[in-house]
């Protein structure tokens, strides 16, 4: 709270009580502490009835801000398969929810290319798509190399994307857990940072002040370069968020 953000996001638990408890928070964040909310939501589980279910709740909560996504698939499946209903893609989420004109839709993504999609090209076809149902802005998928968010958003750009691309960030603090992450969603860690986590992986102070400082410099290159903000993952932990936003502000 005492950064003021734009706004920010809660991952979604599909079904369940998982699922209650995403909307209770967003209900808690929005309503009682009054942080402006974005609720995830995602195609897994998704029927039609379901989803205009959940929207017409989530509007009365006061709940303006949707980031739209298809989800991952289950563990030990490499292909997402909706066994629920016909929301296969978060393309067909945005054009549901847009029509019905009561939020903000913000959606996702992949400066190093969906890990679907067989080359940049194909990648950006279908995230024009997916923009041409009714996204607002886009939230990246992490990334450690800048020149890839610049690439891909150039490559938005002649697609005639214009919506605004917000870089997704995540301090690197913890080597092992940054390594799973990276290893599960194909994020490529430049080998020089790679080294000097691992190098001090058993000092998590060590681990700790590298991961920030890397964060510093390539949050500065962004702003430097026209980002028109940024997105931390902070995976509920709001420490280095903190510190980084510190060393940035005067930016």
């Known amino acids: 709270m005492k950064l003021s953000p734009s706004f920010i996001s809660v991952t979604y638990g599909a079904g ?9 928070l967003v209900d808690y964040l929005q309503n009682k502490v009054g942080l402006c909310t974005a609720a995830h939501y995602t195609c897994v589980s998704a029927t039609r009835e379901r989803v205009l279910k959940d929207m017409e709740y989530l509007h009365s909560k006061n709940i303006d801000n949707l980031v739209l996504l298809r989800g991952d698939p289950p563990k030990g499946e490499n292909k997402f398969v909706n066994h629920a209903g016909d929301f296969q893609h978060a393309s067909d989420l945005v054009r549901l929810v847009m029509d019905q004109g009561l939020f903000n839709i913000g959606a996702a993504g992949y400066p190093e290319v969906h890990p679907e999609s067989s080359n940049p090209d194909d990648d950006i076809k279908y995230l024009k798509y997916k923009v041409d149902q009714g996204v607002d802005f886009i939230i990246t998928q992490l990334f450690f190399d800048n020149s890839d968010y610049y690439k891909f958003v150039d490559r938005a750009r002649k697609a005639g994307i214009t919506i ?5 960030i995540m301090p690197a603090t913890n080597f092992n857990q940054v390594k799973r ?11 020089d940072f790679v080294t000097k986590l691992k190098k001090h992986k058993d000092k998590p102070s060590k681990t700790y002040d ?9 949050c500065e ?3 430097h370069n026209g980002a028109p903000g940024l997105h931390f993952y902070t995976l509920n932990k709001s420490r280095a968020t903190v510190d980084i936003y510190s060393a940035i502000r005067m930016l």
């Open 16 to 24: 369940g009580t998982t699922q209650d408890t995403s909307f209770d």
């Open 164 to 168: 605004p691309i917000i870089p997704g």
């Open 181 to 191: 992450f990276t290893d599960m969603i194909g994020v490529t860690i430049p080998s």
């Open 210 to 218: 590298i991961g920030v400082e890397f964060a510093i410099d390539q």
């Open 221 to 223: 290159d962004l702003l």
